[in-house]
């Protein structure tokens, strides 16, 4: 779990008054930005439900949007709550948490699993019945022991609606309690009958946006994929990078050297094969570009130093910063060799972090671009936020079509830039 500061307002709301407590985000004035939990009423038997988001929301978003709110520890948040819970009378509870882990088995299995959703249900409460998880995209139907050492049966339905989850709980209208829960994960399916209106709510905005999604931005050579090098380089990665130093190597609008791209930022591929839409095969639609990069973050070039540039580098790999490695794609011209087995904070070698062949300067001053996601330290890219001089720049889409419109057609990326030494 990422480290969260403590203020004074936050120990009142966690000791004198949970009820006003939520790991889903609250106010640094103690107040709930949503209720910190809800009940539903079956048949007579009151059930609580708890939602919250992940502790380390913070590192996932745009800093700058959550400034003002504090993300606390969920499993704190939610045995915080309990007391409040069982004066009201309700013994059946229910977590929904956004944060998950990785299993082995099937969708409907789970022989083991690993993750910060085990560390969770490890310390909750033996109150909690059932945990509703998710983040990881993972499908899992789990059994994980509580603080009690009770197994408490956790579910995760994967992503982009692939799955649906039937969970029933059986109530015990003696006791207001759960007595037992079954879950199935369920993989969605074709063959169901389209609702008509929703049809043709759908059909009318397809037909609004068809002009603008289907308009062709340029050409490719060839499939551009976020398949990772062992040195976590992709092809796209490399282009999209490529494409944030074109748009900002110019003096007017930044300056830049070097260019650094998020992977997470990266949604699809580019294909070469034409789509239904007929564009044909090597064109690429402004909509399949879009599908590439949804999130219309705008560029940001800023100066860091060399040795900053070292940090930001460290601050991929997990125990600098990172619980999974998080590999920046870069720009060409920009190039460095990580050491796998060396220790966290110390897997760069910072004489092999060359740009245009000269190994960079600790203290020489470099422009360099990122989006602003990752230019108010998401991700965890906390170096960032020191960058000086800061000028902002195209959205990320416009930057990508213009390198597009210049440059078709687009080979893929070489991904040469980032290599692995030997232990």
Known sequence: MPSVSTNSTRATCATSNPGRCSARSWKRNGKTVFPAFRTRTFNGVHVA???????????????SGIAALDFADEADTVNALIPQLKRRGIEAVVVVVHEGGAPTGGYNECPAISGAIVDIVGRLDDAVDLV?????HQAYNCKIANSAGRAVPVSSAASFGRLVTKIDLKLDRAT???????????????????DLRQTALIAKYNAIAAPLQNRIIGSIQADITRTLSPAGESALGDVIADGQLSATREPAFGAAVVAFMNPGGIRADLTYAGSPAGEG????????????????????TMTLTGA?????LEQQFVGCGQTANRILQVSAGFSYAWNTSAPACNKVDPSSIKLGGATIDPAGRY????????????????????????????????????????????????????????P
């Open 49 to 63: 439900f708890i939602g919250m988001t992940l502790e380390g929301t913070p590192s996932i978003v745009s800093p």
């Open 132 to 136: 509703v998880s998710g983040h990881t």
């Open 176 to 194: 207001r309690d759960v007595a037992a829960v079954t879950i199935d994960n369920r993989i969605v399916t074709r063959d169901v009958a389209t």
């Open 281 to 300: 095969d090597g064109n690429v639609t402004y909509g399949e570009m879009f599908t590439v990069q949804p999130f219309g973050n705008s560029l940001v």
């Open 308 to 312: 900053q540039i070292d940090t930001l």
């Open 367 to 422: 422009r360099v671009t990122v989006n602003s996601f990752l230019a108010d330290g998401g991700d965890n890219f906390l170096v960032l936020k020191q960058g000086t001089d800061r000028l902002g720049g195209a959205v990320d889409t416009d930057a990508f079509e213009a390198y597009f419109a210049a440059f078709s057609p687009v080979a893929p990326g070489p991904k040469n830039r980032i290599s692995i030494v030997a």
